[in-house]
């Protein structure tokens, strides 16, 4: 069965601190993986996109990893900042389908 | 451009009734997508559609119906409200299907009493 699993649910840090939220797949046949943001009350935001081909990206303070052999991936937040609060969404494509599979997600909480 | 707007925000239902969610984007994508997201889980696809006049069943069709009669809006029905379709409702967007990003619209936040 086609699911995606992060962890852990939820995360409490102090600003300043960094993180790493994590997502298990079992998608096959694999076509990639986004990691979306989204803040209380707002619809999700793309933050980046892992092929399979992709073992690591960054965006700004965000890092992704891909390990596509064991069907793993983590998001890394350096420096976190209190607009990083969020929860965070690993969500990852079949090949060839136009539906995609989400994660439940991540509740961030970023305390000053 | 405004992206993916949605109507209403928020929302109270009685059982029985019937509304329509409305879903507008501006961005000229062929692929639009309902999805609802309940507490603590992932969202689910409920319908989408790959262009004008042409609809698909997601994961949890049941209770709702779409139509597509333009690119720009993709308006969600719902027949017989029940409580268990109380949850949060999301439009989303791209410009193809596979490998393209998804703009979701704000939610709209439903309540079956």
């Known amino acids: 069965k086609n699911q995606v699993e992060q962890s852990p649910q939820s995360l409490i840090i102090l600003e300043g601190k960094n993180c790493t939220l994590q997502?298990?797949?079992?998608?096959?046949?694999?076509?990639?993986l986004r990691w979306y943001k989204q803040d209380t009350g707002r619809g999700p935001v793309s933050l980046t996109i892992m092929t399979f081909s992709e073992n690591t990206k960054s965006n700004g303070r965000y890092t992704a990893t891909l390990d596509a052999d064991t069907k793993q991936s983590s998001l890394h937040i350096t420096a976190s900042q209190l607009s990083d609060s969020a929860s965070y969404i690993c969500v990852v494509r079949n090949m060839g389908a136009q539906k995609l599979v989400f994660g439940q997600g991540t509740r961030l909480t970023i305390n000053p | 451009n405004a992206g993916v707007t949605q109507t209403p925000k928020f929302r109270i239902l009685k059982i029985g009734q019937s509304m329509t969610l409305q879903c507008t984007q501006d961005?000229?994508?062929?692929?639009m997508y309902w999805y609802r997201q309940d507490p603590g889980m992932g969202l689910k696809l409920i319908y989408y559609?790959?262009?004008?006049?042409?609809?698909d069943k997601g994961e949890v069709p049941n209770g709702y119906n779409v139509s597509r009669s333009t690119t720009e809006d993709f308006p969600l029905r719902l027949e017989l409200a029940a409580p268990s379709q109380t949850s949060v409702y999301f439009c989303a967007s791209s410009m193809m299907g596979e490998g393209y990003e998804q703009y979701f619209g704000p939610g709209t936040r439903l309540t079956v009493t």
């Open positions: 559609s790959v262009g004008a006049g042409i609809t």
């Open positions: 961005m000229n994508h062929n692929y």
């Open positions: 997502c298990n797949y079992t998608v096959s046949p694999f076509s990639n």
